[in-house]
């Protein structure tokens, strides 16, 4: 599956030093949604695998184009997300994947301001 980025955007929400209140368009309904895209270790493959919600999209993903969010893949990879890990196998581009700075360990922290 091709990447339709590999740079993170300046106002994603997974960076440390990120306001959420001055993400363009953001929707903190929206954001705590996405909780279901994040991997579960309790969860068995199966289960993962077919879960309604599989990725998380960039804040700047339109209903036209979903564009996926490269704080989250960073740290799903990071976090051995077995799903994710096997739709991009045979992506060349995940050795490009550019990060901006720090960036948070969990979900949760992506909610606080």
Known sequence: MPLTQIKQCP?????????LSEIP??????????????????QDLFEQLTSPK??????YSTDEKLL??????????????????LILMRSNQIK??????????????TLKD
């Open 68 to 85: 996926e969010c490269v704080g989250w893949i960073y740290n799903q990879l990071r976090n051995n997300n077995l799903p994710l890990r």
């Open 96 to 109: 490009d994947l550019e990060i901006d700075g720090a960036q948070r360990a969990t979900f949760a922290e």
């Open 54 to 59: 599989i990725a998380m999209g960039c804040h």
């Open 25 to 42: 368009g953001y929707n903190r309904e929206n954001h705590e949604d996405l909780k279901e895209t994040i991997a579960n270790p309790h």
């Open 11 to 19: 106002d994603c929400p997974w960076k440390k030093d990120r306001d």
